[in-house]
């Protein structure tokens, strides 16, 4: 009998990435790290490269039932830009790639590059090239971003040590509320002829959710102050996916206490009116793109003094595990339960 094959889902996004790439070893000394970080680091003369790449489809990460293209192609350039600030890094350049359907028109596409240009005037980037194909499923971008990081610079995910602080910036879960609220409205306007949503009160949660910032402010205080972060990761997938990222590559544990995670006034309301857990949907949420990063206990003082930082919890030694503290003192195991593009319960 033939042995069982394995789906996709049972490994997850970041097993599968693992089992393939496991047997590609590094042949250039030019490439100084690969695959496992937000993004990849290469050395060329006085300077480190920074590389990464992101794939976005349609149905699986934006719907166009709601999603403007303008405001689209600025997130989908944006969500490139902050895994390269999240290595301490600058984005430089980007290439754009698509795969569209035949139901788009060439004034469709104005409007997705429109938001990609907006992005590229805000962040200082360059367009630099790209491919367009045709596509059966949909609208299908790919982005590859490259930036650059003054050597030694960069920030990995595997520096955290037993004692560091552990930070985030802004606030967490105003982008999976924004989604929430989205996909009710479209429900209930399903069938509906000019149905027009009200949205007043909720505009933080949907700007969060259709164009986010990436943190390159935060990136640029943390440096005027002296502080380089042992670690950092962008929050994309989820608090808890994050930590535990941190976790793995650094070969530590962590504490984060839940009355410590930042979140704004109109995330808690959103959560009370569709019945959510509120700490859910801040640690496992998602499209974020604040910045998850660890410290020194001995930068706690400067830390402290930052505007928009938020310090949530501590490093601890591997065998302590990943723990999110009650209010009540009771400690629950951190599991990866934010996006997974294989869970077919996405």
Not at 235 to 250: A, M, N, P, R
Not at 275 to 302: C, I, Q, R, W
Request: net charge negative; charged share 25%.
């Amino acid at each position: 009998m033939a042995e069982k094959e394995t789906e996709i889902n049972d490994l997850g996004e970041f097993g599968l990435i693992d089992r393939l790439t496991k047997d590609f070893p590094i042949k250039n000394e030019e490439t100084k790290l690969g695959i496992g970080d937000d993004a990849a680091v290469l050395t060329f003369g006085e300077k480190d490269v920074v590389v990464t790449t992101d794939l976005l489809l349609e149905g699986i990460h934006f719907d166009l039932r709601y999603v403007p293209l303008e405001h689209l192609g600025y997130k989908s350039a944006i969500v490139n830009f902050s895994d390269i600030y999240a290595m301490n890094a600058t984005p430089r350049q980007i290439t754009v790639s698509l795969g569209v359907s035949s139901r788009f028109t060439v004034e469709h596409l104005d409007r997705l590059y429109s938001g990609i240009r907006r992005a590229c005037e805000i962040y200082g980037v360059d367009l630099v090239g790209g491919d367009t194909s045709a596509s059966v499923t949909g609208l299908v971008i790919s982005i590859t971003c490259i930036g650059d990081v003054e050597k030694g610079q960069e920030v990995r995910r595997s520096g955290a040590k037993p004692t560091d602080i552990i930070c985030v910036s802004g606030d967490l879960g105003a982008a999976f509320m924004g989604l929430q609220l989205l996909e009710r409205e479209n429900s209930v306007a399903a069938g509906q002829k000019d149905f027009q949503p009200d949205f007043s009160g909720k505009e933080y949660i949907l700007e969060r959710q259709l164009k986010p910032e990436a943190r390159r402010d935060v990136v640029a205080m943390l440096r005027e102050k002296g502080i380089k972060p042992t670690s950092m990761i962008d929050v994309s997938d989820g608090l808890s996916s994050e930590l535990l990222h941190i976790c793995k590559e650094s070969n530590v544990g962590c504490r984060v206490y839940e009355d410590k995670i930042p979140i704004d006034y109109q995330t808690a309301l959103m959560a009370e009116e569709f019945n959510m857990n509120l700490v859910t949907a801040a640690m496992n949420g998602g499209e974020d793109y604040e910045l998850l990063f660890t410290v020194p206990l001995s930068e706690h003082e400067k830390v402290e003094k930052l505007e928009g930082i938020k310090m949530i919890g501590y490093v601890t030694a591997p065998d302590l595990g990943a723990a999110l503290v009650a209010r009540d003192g009771s400690e629950i195991p951190i599991r990866a339960q934010g996006w997974n593009a294989f869970n077919s319960g996405n």
